[in-house]
């Protein structure tokens, strides 16, 4: 059997025309191939599917339920292209975003969040909560289309992209007389109790923020280890410590705790947005990518 959907739209012409003449004339074709290819088709399904005569052409039983299911499959046929033409697109499908908990408090994360989801209602936005070091691995896999983390050493197959450099800021109990001044140094801070993450978290903020210390030959005394960065801000906030966190941060105002600026220049954090360079991405995440790129650029 070799059935071509050019068959199916043939007959569903005449079927639904009842005429030969004026099927031909709505399919710009002429009258005696579409007789023939009409016959062809009766040939391969082994049943008469219209009933000729001189002056008329009616369905048969076969040519009815023919006509119906004609009809599905074309609809279906049209149904999937539309869904892969949108798909290729990058009107619809899955968008896979891991993120660090701190990437929704920068306003061109949120913000491009909003709007591509504004823009493309049919794209499933699939975001998952993940460190930077744990991000690793899924986008290597392949289940994670992007990835938004703090700087870190990464391997080879993946690419990146800087989309925010910002300060770090000094978070102090509003009471601490640190809490006065206009700036405080990383040696004043060091001297404090420091609230600061569990290095077996994954963050990448704990290589970044120590990172820094060191360069400056500090090493903080570190008296509460905690996993999330907003445990950090309500640790402090209850008095128990000093601690540093990038400035998107600062978007989480408690009446207890003030963000003083640090006195060092190089007291920055960098937010990356990271790839796989092995793995084909797909047109929305590409178009998410371009659309963060220009929210952070504008």
């Given at each position: 059997?070799?059935i071509?959907?050019?068959h199916?739209?043939?007959?569903?012409?005449?079927?639904?025309?009842?005429?030969?003449?004026?099927?031909?004339?709505?399919?710009n074709i002429?009258?005696?191939?579409?007789?023939?290819?009409?016959?062809i088709?009766?040939?391969?399904?082994?049943?008469?599917l219209?009933a000729?005569?001189?002056r008329?052409v009616?369905?048969?039983p076969?040519?009815?339920?023919?006509?119906?299911?004609?009809?599905?499959?074309?609809?279906?046929?049209?149904?999937a292209v539309?869904?892969?033409a949108?798909?290729?697109?990058?009107?619809?499908?899955?968008?896979?975003?891991?993120f660090?908990?701190?990437?929704?408090?920068?306003?061109?994360v949120s913000d491009?969040?909003s709007?591509?989801?504004?823009?493309?209602?049919d794209?499933?936005?699939?975001?998952?909560?993940?460190?930077t070091?744990e991000?690793i691995?899924?986008?290597?896999?392949?289940?994670?289309?992007?990835?938004?983390?703090?700087?870190?050493?990464?391997p080879?197959?993946l690419?990146?992209q800087?989309?925010?450099?910002?300060?770090?800021?000094?978070m102090?109990?509003?009471?601490?007389?640190?809490a006065?001044?206009?700036?405080?140094?990383l040696?004043?801070?060091?001297?404090?109790?420091?609230?600061f993450?569990?290095?077996?978290?994954?963050?990448?903020l704990?290589?970044?923020?120590?990172?820094?210390l060191?360069?400056?030959?500090l090493?903080?005394?570190i008296?509460?280890?905690?996993?999330?960065?907003?445990?950090?801000?309500?640790?402090?906030a209850?008095?128990?410590?000093?601690?540093i966190?990038?400035?998107?941060?600062?978007?989480v105002?408690?009446?207890?705790?003030?963000?003083?600026?640090?006195?060092?220049?190089d007291?920055v954090s960098e937010?990356?947005?990271?790839w796989?360079?092995?793995h084909?991405?797909?047109?929305a995440?590409?178009r998410?990518?371009q659309?963060l790129?220009s929210?952070?650029?504008?």
């Open positions: 059997m070799n071509e959907l050019r199916l739209r043939y007959f569903i012409a005449v079927a639904e025309e009842l005429h030969f003449g004026h099927a031909a004339a709505r399919l002429s009258q005696p191939p579409l007789s023939q290819q009409i016959q088709l009766e040939q391969q399904i082994g049943a008469k219209l000729r005569t001189n008329s009616s369905l048969t076969a040519g009815r339920q023919f006509l119906a299911d004609s009809r599905q499959i074309l609809s279906q046929v049209d149904d539309s869904r892969a949108r798909l290729h697109q990058g009107e619809t499908g899955d968008l896979r975003i891991g660090t908990s701190s990437a929704p408090f920068i306003t061109a491009t969040l709007s591509f989801r504004q823009r493309y209602p794209v499933h936005i699939q975001t998952r909560e993940i460190n070091r991000q691995a899924p986008l290597n896999e392949g289940k994670l289309d992007l990835g938004l983390m703090r700087n870190t050493l990464l080879d197959t690419a990146w800087v989309i925010l450099r910002e300060p770090l800021l000094a102090i109990h509003r009471d601490h007389p640190l006065a001044k206009p700036g405080v140094s040696a004043e801070l060091a001297r404090e109790p420091f609230v993450f569990d290095p077996h978290v994954g963050t990448g704990y290589d970044d923020i120590l990172g820094l060191r360069r400056y030959h090493t903080p005394l008296t509460q280890e905690v996993g999330e960065a907003m445990t950090i801000i309500g640790l402090v209850a008095g128990l410590g000093v601690s966190l990038p400035a998107s941060f600062r978007r105002q408690l009446k207890e705790m003030r963000w003083v600026p640090i006195l060092e220049t007291a937010m990356w947005l990271v796989a360079k092995h084909e991405q797909g047109t995440a590409q998410f990518r659309q790129i929210a952070v650029n504008a």
